[in-house]
């Protein structure tokens, strides 16, 4: 009978998928988190953008341009009514510049000293960011149209016309580490506990530290070629120039802390789920969480304030950050400082989570 | 062989392991006992006696309750990294990596068991030629019969030529021929001068391989001897079973008075007569049973195995399900 063994079937399935409460709250949870994450990650308006605006050399009186530029910038407002942009007032050229270049402000508008209506006015605008170059763009464009005055804008985008594939390849890098250390090297591990293979290893007189650095070892160094791997399809694929040599090495720094932070972590949810459904769906949350949030996608700047928290803490903000400094905006250490300073942490603190708990399902 | 025996090399002094998970189970109930030096030692229980948590606690893998355990001269608990070099350990589940092939295990666990690189490959293919896989040895192990992978396991075990080997259920689930093959290998190893200790709950396979057996049931030990002394130990010899309709108190009295039969016992339709010898005590019964012109279904005569005395001893067969035949311990066992 066709429905009799169906039904059987059936039931044993559900019985399965109803003995695991874990697995149904995950699976349950795992759309809503979908809709409130993704759809306000990916969706945010962006507000608040931080330019600076500043009157060229020689520098004698605020125009009437500046003056009433600056008040047209300052009323722009999104519809729910915050901010478009943060403005900081310079005075000298080159340190709006350099704090352009340093990733502190996202634009700089230079206004003529004196006012013809053939000067023109310079916008330098950071462009390695998605939505955010527009926005400058047409909001200053608004702003000194409202004004009245005809003067031309000659606008630089800093880092050349980037495409999406361009931002979003970088974060994509980071998504190979996470992906391969996840699916890859916790599910093998929870896999060689299932089979026992770990419990060979224990009537061995090898040492349990030798165990735990050869699985993070191992571990880590998957991640780290899976990182350089589309690293470099990054590179033929999407386009992306790297201007230094230097800038590979750092790349390679940013790539390894990452990858070991991130293998330690997962060794350290592998010993702790003995179940590969448990242990898959509970990762595919994380993967959401910190993948979303790490402004791969988009810009952080257009999250919502709670989902901006959540990418202080997570290590793959500051990874992604790290790497779009370096390939995007050639930019040294002394921006991506910080990243490395929270990247070194995270790592150390996932490598002694790791080892313990690991150590503890070796006892 | 019997001179080299004389030391110990392992002795275990009031072992007991108590789990409590949920409910509390006394898994090995103090257990004192030796092994010697250079003997095939057998552990001998049905399913959930307590076998495997001996050897776990053997192998370092437990912390017994209370209780001592040395192998040589140290102690499990006390000196656990001394021991795991001294061991070499073929756990029942089985623990082969399948997507590696045979070749690569071997090496893989060489290395771990610290063989020197220079002698791990001859040793390898030395291993790979005693379990007969040799032309199987650089594919992956998830292409082999169960009885490959068994026989695989069991050399890894021995790849550092461990003084002790510990086999749990080394032939469970697998073919006659399988397990011939298997014990031949057993044997064999022993011969390289290591004391082999074996879990087992298939009796031909304690009696044929074992120089001693230890019955452990319910996590106690009840008795260990040679085969032949606990065979010895069985006060009624071979055992005749008579099938019949309806049976006669009369019929049991005069058996009863045959001074051949040292205990005659009814169970359900069948009559168990126990003789000291079985071959000769037949004519007798056959007169008596024609005598009270008694009807015989069936008739079967068996010389005692470990089977019986297990039996004997602990009122249960190995299936400890309580029906009359060891085939559904055999059965049961996958």
């Avoid at chain 1, 409460?21 to 945010?44: E, H, R, S």
């Avoid at chain 1, 125009?63 to 600056?70: A, D, I, K, Q, R």
């Avoid at chain 1, 915050?82 to 270049?101: C, G, H, R, V």
């Avoid at chain 2, 001996?54 to 608990?77: C, F, N, Q, W």
Wanted: charged share 20%; proline share 4%.
């Amino acid at each position: 009978m066709i429905g009799r063994s169906a039904v059987a079937i059936f039931r044993r399935d559900f019985k399965k998928f109803l003995s695991n409460p874990y697995v149904i709250l995950m699976t349950l949870f795992m759309p809503i988190m979908y809709l409130v994450i993704f759809g306000n990650a990916m969706g945010g308006t962006i507000t608040h953008i931080p330019i600076g605006v500043l009157q060229e050399d020689p520098y004698n009186l605020e125009t009437p341009l500046f003056t009433s530029s600056l008040e047209a910038l300052n009323s722009l407002h999104n519809s729910d009514d915050p901010d478009l942009f943060t403005i900081t007032t310079y005075t000298d050229e080159k340190s709006a510049k350099s704090d352009l270049s340093q990733g502190q402000i996202m634009g700089v508008v230079v206004f003529p000293s004196v006012l013809t209506p053939e000067r023109v006015v310079r916008l330098y605008i950071d462009s390695s960011e998605y939505v955010v170059p527009s926005l400058i763009e047409s909001g200053v464009r608004g702003a000194i149209g409202k004004t009245g005055y005809q003067n031309p804008i000659e606008v630089t985008n800093i880092y050349g016309k980037l495409v999406y594939i361009q931002f979003f390849g970088v974060g994509v890098i980071v998504m190979a580490i996470f992906m391969t250390t996840m699916m890859g090297g916790g599910i093998a591990l929870i896999k060689d506990r299932e089979m026992g293979i770990i419990e060979g290893y224990l009537v061995t007189p090898v040492k349990r530290s030798s165990i735990i650095l050869g699985t993070i070892g191992s571990g880590t160094v998957k991640a780290f070629l899976a990182g350089c791997i589309v690293f470099f399809v990054d590179i033929l694929i999407a386009g992306i120039t790297i201007r230094n040599p230097e800038d590979y090495l750092l790349v390679f720094l940013v790539l390894f802390i990452t990858s070991i932070g991130i293998t330690s972590l997962v060794v350290s949810f592998a010993s702790r789920f003995s179940n590969q459904q448990e242990y898959a769906s509970t990762v595919a949350f994380m993967n959401l969480i910190l993948f979303m949030t790490s402004g791969a996608f988009y810009p952080v700047i257009g999250m919502p304030y709670w989902l901006k928290w959540i990418s202080v803490v997570n290590p793959e903000a500051y990874a992604v950050h790290a790497l779009r400094s370096i390939i995007l905006r050639s930019q040294g250490v002394s921006v991506i400082g910080i990243d490395l300073l929270a990247l070194t942490l995270f790592s150390s603190l996932a490598i002694i989570i790791g080892i313990v708990s690991y150590r503890r399902t070796l006892e | 062989m019997d001179s080299s025996y004389s030391d110990d090399i392992i002795k275990i002094e009031h072992l007991t392991k108590i789990f409590s998970n949920k409910k509390i189970v006394k898994a090995v109930d103090d257990i004192s006992l030796s092994v010697r030096h250079g003997e095939i030692f057998g552990l001998l229980g049905p399913n959930g006696a307590g076998k495997s948590t001996i050897i776990r606690i053997l192998t370092t893998l437990l912390k017994p309750t209370s209780g001592k355990a040395y192998l040589k001269e140290y102690d499990v608990t006390k000196e656990p990294e001394k021991i795991r070099s001294l061991i070499g350990v073929c756990p029942q589940n089985g623990t082969l990596d399948i997507e590696l092939t045979a070749y690569d295990n071997l090496e893989f666990y060489g290395k771990l068991l610290n063989v020197d690189d220079l002698s791990l490959e001859p040793r390898i293919w030395e291993l790979l030629e005693m379990s007969n896989l040799k032309d199987r040895a650089h594919q992956q192990v998830r292409t082999f019969s169960g009885g490959m992978k068994r026989k695989l396991e069991i050399v890894r075990a021995f790849i550092h030529k461990p003084l002790i080997l510990f086999l749990d259920e080394p032939t469970i689930g697998l073919d006659p021929e399988s397990r011939r093959e298997v014990w031949e290998q057993v044997l064999n190893l022993n011969t390289h001068n290591t004391t082999i200790i074996l879990t087992t709950h298939y009796m031909d396979e304690a009696e044929r391989l074992c120089d001693r057996i230890a019955f452990v049931d319910q996590g106690r030990l009840i008795s260990l001897d040679t085969p032949d002394n606990l065979k010895k130990a069985l006060p009624s010899g071979d055992r005749i079973e008579i099938g019949f309709t309806d049976l006669r108190p009369d019929l049991i009295a005069s058996l009863q008075n045959n001074p051949l039969i040292s205990s005659v016992e009814v169970k359900g339709k069948t009559l168990c007569i126990f003789s000291k010898s079985g071959n000769k005590v037949l004519p007798s019964l056959l007169t008596t049973f024609e005598q009270y012109s008694h009807e015989m279904l069936s008739i079967t005569i068996r010389s005692p195995t470990i089977e019986d005395v297990f039996i004997y001893l602990t009122g249960n067969n190995l299936s400890n399900s309580g029906d009359n035949s060891g085939i559904n311990a055999i059965r049961g066992a996958k």
